[in-house]
């Protein structure tokens, strides 16, 4: 019998050391390995900041268009009567695009994706995005929701393939531009999908009673009211033109040939066709025009490297972004 101990390595110096732990029991160490994977850096916060009042333009369009999905597909379409969507029984109303129930559920998303476009260095933008992943499995409220992962996942999809292709299709911005916002966006969404899915798996489970999520479950119990975190208004309490913005956006159709924008893929496959169909024109003057916004498409673009570093951008208590690189 061999009694030979076994003789373990330690990682090598120049890798970086993981605790799982870490992982599955602290949000911020969750979202600091993240972004530290995903090299999501200065450069990134930088490209949104640049892209705010372009996503900001937008928001109302794919608001609608999201909705026009959600509701185009019995199975989502259910959830808004059934608040589950594993139940299949049946359903005495169905819910319309212009009911006063979607109404205002388009003004949350609205606001949504108001927060999505801010400052991603606050700790609390991610745990919102944490709370709208927990909000969707059933916890933290009295009536409580629940709605497969299956559903959620493509729902992001497609609101990232929406915005990717606003910011694509915009006929002034600069191709590296472009590219940097797609980029950071694409990161950010990314998370956002991580912290929607942790919550219908079991990976980390061991850890369960650690979780912090058991302390923001408590806070989301204690005050339940949608668009807060800890007690705090965190949605809807700025930009309120942009968030009450009139039902002029109503969408084309998604029709089958139509790109998510309502554009029909054709013509989407063909870039630089002029001003007419721009998301933005008239933006300087007037504003965007939702209408205008649907009917948008860009074709995909290769991405050359454009961020070389994955610092950890979240601000420190005293409110400065920390942008320390941690790669060499
Ligand atoms: C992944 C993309 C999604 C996002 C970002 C999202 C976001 C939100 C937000 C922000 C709220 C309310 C927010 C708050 O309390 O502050 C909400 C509520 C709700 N969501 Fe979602 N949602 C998504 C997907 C879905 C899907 C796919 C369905 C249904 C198939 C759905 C059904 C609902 C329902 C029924 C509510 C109402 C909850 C209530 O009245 O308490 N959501 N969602």
């Known amino acids: 019998m061999d009694t030979a101990a076994t003789m373990y390595a330690d990682p090598p110096r120049t890798m970086e050391r993981v605790s799982r732990r870490d992982i599955f029991t602290s949000l911020p160490a969750r979202i600091q390995w993240l972004h530290s994977f995903l090299e999501f850096g200065t450069d990134d916060v930088q490209a949104l900041i640049s892209g705010q ?13 999201v909705y026009k999905k959600l509701l185009k597909y019995d199975i989502t379409a259910r959830v808004f009567t059934t608040r ?6 049946p359903v005495e109303s169905w819910p319309t695009e212009d009911s006063a129930q979607i109404e205002h559920r388009k003004m949350f998303l609205r606001w949504y994706l108001t927060k999505l476009n801010s400052d991603c260095t606050r700790m609390d933008y991610w745990e ?26 493509a729902c992001l999809g497609f ?23 797609v980029k950071a966006l694409g990161k950010v969404i990314w998370i956002q999908n991580d912290l929607v899915e942790k919550w219908h798996n ?19 119990a204690e005050d339940e009211r949608e668009g807060y975190l800890h007690g ?23 029709d089958s040939g139509k790109t998510s924008l309502g554009r029909p893929i054709e013509e989407a496959t063909h870039l630089g066709d002029g001003m ?15 209408a205008d916004l649907e009917r948008q498409r860009a074709t995909s673009t290769r991405s050359p490297r454009v961020n070389g570093t994955a610092p950890d951008v979240l601000q420190h208590a005293e409110g400065k972004p920390r942008a320390e690189s941690v790669r060499s």
Request: aromatic fraction near 6%; include cysteine.
């Open 232 to 254: 705090k208004k965190i949605l809807g309490d700025h930009d309120g033109s942009s968030i009450f913005t009139s039902r002029t956006g109503s969408s084309k159709s998604s």
């Open 53 to 65: 009042k372009y996503i900001k333009a937008v928001i109302p369009a794919i608001v609608n268009i």
């Open 128 to 153: 919102y995005l944490d709370k709208v992943g927990l909000m969707h499995i059933g916890k933290g409220r009295q009536n409580p929701l629940h709605v497969d992962y299956v559903f959620l996942g």
């Open 84 to 89: 589950d969507s594993r139940d299949e029984g």
């Open 276 to 290: 007419s169909r721009c998301p933005f024109s008239g933006m300087a003057r007037s504003g965007p025009n939702p």
């Open 202 to 220: 079991t990976d980390g489970a061991e850890y369960a009673q650690e979780e912090e999520a058991d302390t923001l479950l408590g806070e989301i």
């Open 159 to 181: 609101i990232q393939d929406s915005l990717f292709e606003a910011i694509l299709s915009h006929p002034r911005l600069e191709l590296h531009r472009k590219i940097a916002i």
